[in-house]
């Protein structure tokens, strides 16, 4: 099996040092590739298939994209819960978000040998498409390994949902992202429930207040359940394993 692999380096930019490129990170990792002979078929994955089926495997990088607003303003807040889960991988993968690039800040990395490339838009939360419209067009990124990142109030806090495509919900962060996506909706999302607006509170402080002791602690508990599934997500695909995930996420504040 041949692994062609996308080098997906940014240009340098004066503030920062330039981020590796997948080649050299793979090259510190000591992974190694041998040349074999090219198999008869030719397939785009994002995990390395069952042995049997014989195809050659292309690398494509995942773009992870978290949602939120920069600034100690936001930070903690039910509106910046993707930014945390972004921090979260950085932080367990390794991969410094080192790099800023169309008004985002970026890191570039892997999971296991899949690359990713981490994104936090840096231009408030209603000009989030700005960011994801232009990495993924720069990375060549195909629709569907982008996968966004955001607060859900539709969800009780703490429980996570993955979606293979879906609409806006009033998000105004994802529907700048659909904007400048040409509009395409077909790209999957990983939802992170923080709960209504208790009584008649008004739904913009209720977004930028801070968790509760109780919702933080069911909030960090779910980063830790997210991060394994972005995981699978990233080396499986939509696979049987997210399907199970989702269904475990529904039901896990049900008492029997």
């Not at 390395?48 to 992870?64: F, G, K, N, S």
């Not at 629709?143 to 703490?158: F, Q, V």
């Not at 429980?159 to 400048?180: A, D, M, T, W």
Request: proline share 8%; net charge positive.
């Amino acid at each position: 099996m041949v692994v062609t692999m996308l080098a997906i380096s940014p240009p340098p930019s004066p503030s920062f040092a330039p981020p590796l490129s997948i080649s050299s990170l793979r090259q510190r990792r000591g992974l190694h590739l041998s040349k074999r002979t090219p198999t008869r078929r030719r397939r785009i994955l994002a995990s390395i298939p069952d042995p049997a089926e014989h195809a050659q495997v292309e690398y494509t990088p995942w773009l992870i994209v978290g949602l939120g607003n920069p600034g100690n303003k936001y930070y903690g807040t039910r509106h910046n819960v993707g930014f945390e889960m972004v921090d979260r991988i950085a932080r367990d993968e390794r991969i410094p978000l080192n790099t800023i690039q169309s008004k985002a800040l970026l890191g570039i990395g892997s999971i296991g040998e899949v690359p990713i490339l981490l994104v936090k838009p840096q231009a408030y939360m209603n000009y989030s498409g700005e960011s994801v419209g232009s990495l993924a067009a720069y990375y060549k990124v195909p629709l569907r390994h982008i996968l966004l990142i955001y607060d859900e109030m539709s969800l009780p806090n703490g429980v996570l949902r993955f979606q293979p495509k879906g609409g806006h919900g009033h998000h105004n962060g994802v529907k700048s992202v659909i904007e400048h996506l040409d509009g395409s909706r077909e790209f999957p999302r990983l939802c992170i429930g923080i709960g209504n607006p208790p009584g008649s509170m008004d739904m913009r402080a209720f977004l930028l207040q801070k968790f509760s002791p109780t919702e933080r602690d069911q909030v960090d508990s779910a980063l830790e359940q997210g991060l394994d599934a972005v995981r699978t997500l990233v080396l499986k695909g939509f696979s049987t394993n997210i399907n199970r995930f989702n269904l475990i996420q529904k039901y896990k504040y049900h008492k029997v």
